[in-house]
């Protein structure tokens, strides 16, 4: 029988019954699993209860704010924080399962093993990928609505391991997250205060495709590597060009 470690896991989820079989899977090390779904029409819910994971259901706040919720829901001491697309692997189970016994450190950060097209995409920045993910459930909190980021009082460390992420299926998947993704940006500049000019989603957009195609080599996946480094690009480019639209919307109505 598998003894299982006193960590919970917290997964914020929306519409993932497709790929959050497999996350739950590998997270048969530990003791509790808490999921905190925002409004799925699929069988998220049903699937996260019938795998033994306590529910709860909010309305979407951004991702910081949304995962924080998640943690606070948590029993256990330490969380580890994980997307319904992530796998934890069976080696990483066991660096965890020693990492929480240490004095002293808040929190962990651990690199992704970005998989498209049924590979290890090591180029365009994804890899290592290094993000915050174990940690101690008061040490801090996540910011920004969106690519949030862990803002710990203590001290953090790097585990020498990784979590498997398996973010699209296919270049559709990865046009469609774009779209979504480059419109809360948008929307977190206009809330922040930031204006531009016409030039900024060009420059941006031609900056970040030779930082990926280029600099981080994005050359070396061949296709993939060139669609991946474009979507960036289009990304960074929407970005400019939806918070454009958003003063320009605002102005109008004054």
């Known amino acids: 029988m598998l003894i299982k470690i006193p960590v919970s896991a917290a997964i914020i989820t929306k519409n993932e019954e497709a790929r959050l079989g497999r996350c739950l899977d590998s997270l048969d090390f530990v003791d509790e699993v808490v999921v905190l779904d925002s409004g799925s029409k699929d069988g998220t819910v049903e699937l996260a209860r019938k795998k033994g994971c306590i529910v709860y259901q909010e309305d979407w706040k951004g991702y910081g704010p949304q995962k924080n919720s998640a943690i606070q829901k948590c029993r256990n001491k330490w969380v580890l924080i994980v997307d319904a697309d992530e796998v934890i692997p069976e080696n990483t189970k066991s660096i965890i399962a020693n ?116 600099i981080r080599k994005g050359f070396l996946d061949g296709i993939d590597g060139f669609i991946i480094s474009i979507v960036h690009s289009g990304a960074s480019f929407l970005k400019y060009a939806k918070l454009m639209e958003i003063w320009k919307m605002v102005n109008a109505k004054k």
């Not at 950060?109 to 920045?125: E, L, P, Q």
């Not at 915050?132 to 460390?157: A, I």
Request: hydrophobic share 40%.
């Open 99 to 214: 990492a929480i016994k240490s004095e002293g450190i808040q929190a962990y950060s651990v690199s992704r093993k970005n998989y498209f097209h049924d590979r290890w995409i090591k180029t365009c920045g994804w890899w290592p990928d290094r993000v915050v993910r174990l940690l101690q459930k008061e040490s801090g909190r996540f910011v920004n609505n969106v690519h949030e980021e862990w803002v710990v009082k203590g001290e953090t460390t790097a585990l020498d391991a990784f979590i498997e992420h398996y973010s699209y299926n296919n270049y559709s998947e990865m046009l469609q997250k774009m779209d979504v993704y480059s419109s809360m940006s948008a929307k977190a500049l206009y809330e922040s205060g930031k204006r531009v000019n016409c030039l900024a989603p060009f420059s941006h957009g031609l900056a970040m495709f030779i930082k990926a195609y280029v």
